[in-house]
């Protein structure tokens, strides 16, 4: 993400005095809600859905998640990459390829 949109994130919190509500547990909630919220649009119907709805309610999870990455003060880029590595060795191509099983049924 653009750290001009993160700005943004950041100036529509402060202007609001919001910091003061968003702890790691409020955020985790906000996060688990907003999902929800995304999963929502396709409840009845997984291939006709509104797509505006379903941007912007992943607008809302990926808002919520950049407020917990600043409240932790954590960088996306690094534990994205850091969560990667995780997964590469827990489901190596020559076993996982084509399979969606958890890696230790592989």
Not at 25 to 39: F, V
Not at 46 to 59: F, N, P
Not at 67 to 76: I, R
């Amino acid at each position: 993400m653009r750290e001009e949109t993160r700005e943004r994130i950041r100036k529509f919190v402060a202007d609001r005095d919001w910091e003061q509500f968003h702890t790691p547990a409020n955020l985790a909630k906000s996060i688990a809600i907003e999902a929800g919220e995304l999963l929502e649009c396709f409840q009845w119907n997984e291939t006709d859905y509104d797509r505006d709805a379903v941007k912007a309610e992943l607008a809302d999870v990926i808002t919520c998640c950049c407020e917990m990455l600043d409240c932790l003060g954590l960088d996306a880029d690094e534990i994205v990459r850091e969560k990667m590595d995780q997964n590469e060795r827990k489901y190596p191509v020559e076993k996982a390829r084509g399979r969606a099983d958890k890696y230790d049924r592989l």
